[in-house]
């Protein structure tokens, strides 16, 4: 599996420009951070909130297309740190990949979803038995499947699985070449703005909520650089804090970045970005993340056991809330 994905890693790495400040990279010699990033993800959201003035380190940010090349990039050591879903740690930590998770927040798992076109006649999860349905390898959208599939007593070997990339996925979804699609906003809102479908199920009271950054441990061994990882993340949750008192500020920003229209990100902003809340690194999460774990171990699809807690780093944990903590709503506004 790690041979696959490195062979794949550079066509799916995008480097973006890269740094901050007015200064050129030739003449900065502030220490370098190297951040993985997802299109209109960390850079744009620091950026909005003001977080990225006055850096005592530069950030050079490559962009990926979802979480597993992302981690792929931090055990092959081109980036220090990046940010993905509750799924992709696993996957990573179970090919025996190099990664440290070094912090957490909490948010409405709304925007995890299992899609289907509108006119479809699937109204139940159960119905998707014998179907044909698209995600991502890897990534927070297959667990949430899986967890579905589960509660209604099914499994992964009753739907005729595809596992496409989220752009592969939508042009899949779009030609009814696939029955259902599981994956996660900003793409539910995508699809749901449009009238092109609906939720047939949500990750509501089936997955843990849960996003992570996660660090290579090379960064983290370095002591300037272990300072950058812990004043990125510090100021990544001042920067949820400022999307939560300003969601339409940064829709537009988000609208802008992506190319998504300003109603479909504000959705996605109230379903689920906008929810999330800083939280610790703690027992309940390891615990939630070790089920995951053991879920796709037991399937077969990680070729091995492992303990999650050796993968994670509770240094900057401060004084957070426990990841148990309720996300935080927008009450009568957000979409349903």
């Known amino acids: 599996m790690r041979r696959l994905l490195s062979g794949a890693l550079l066509p799916l790495l995008l480097f973006a420009a890269g740094c901050s400040g007015s200064s050129s990279a030739a003449d900065d010699h502030r220490p370098v951070l190297r951040v993985g990033d997802q299109k209109g993800g960390a850079e744009a959201v620091l950026r909005a909130a003001g977080e990225l003035d006055d850096l005592p380190y530069r950030i050079t940010w490559s962009t990926f297309t979802s979480g597993p090349p992302l981690l792929e990039a931090v055990d092959a050591g081109a980036i220090d740190i990046g940010g993905v879903g509750n799924t992709p740690p696993v996957f990573a930590a179970g090919a025996g990949s190099k990664i440290a998770v070094v912090s957490a927040s909490h948010g409405a798992a709304a925007g995890e979803a299992v899609l289907v076109p509108e006119d479809s006649p699937l109204r139940r999860t159960a119905d998707l038995k014998g179907k044909r349905v698209a995600v991502a390898q890897g990534s927070s959208a297959h667990y949430q499947l899986l967890a579905s599939l589960r509660k209604a007593g099914l499994s992964l070997k009753d739907v005729d699985l595809t596992l496409l990339q989220p752009a592969d996925a939508l042009a899949a979804f779009t030609s009814g070449k696939v029955d259902a699609w599981a994956v996660w906003d900003p793409y539910t809102s995508q699809v749901l703005q449009s009238g092109r479908g609906r939720i047939l199920t949500t990750g509501d009271g089936v997955v843990n909520g849960l996003s992570f ?102 240094r900057f944990n401060k004084n957070l809330p426990p990841s148990t903590t309720p996300a935080r709503t927008y009450g009568k506004d957000s979409p349903r």
Request: hydrophobic fraction near 50%.
């Open 213 to 314: 950054q996660v660090a290579a441990p090379a960064a983290l061994a370095d002591r300037t650089k272990a300072g950058a990882v812990g004043d990125f993340v510090e100021r990544l949750r001042r920067a949820q804090d400022w999307v939560f008192r300003h969601p339409e500020e940064w829709a537009k920003v988000w609208a802008k970045e992506t190319g998504l229209p300003y109603e479909v990100a504000l959705a996605a902003v109230r379903r689920s970005h906008g929810t999330r809340i800083a939280v610790a690194l703690d027992r309940a999460a390891i615990a939630s993340e070790q089920e995951i774990a053991d879920t796709f171990a037991g399937l077969g699809l990680i070729p091995r056991r492992f303990d999650f807690a050796d993968y994670v780093d509770t």
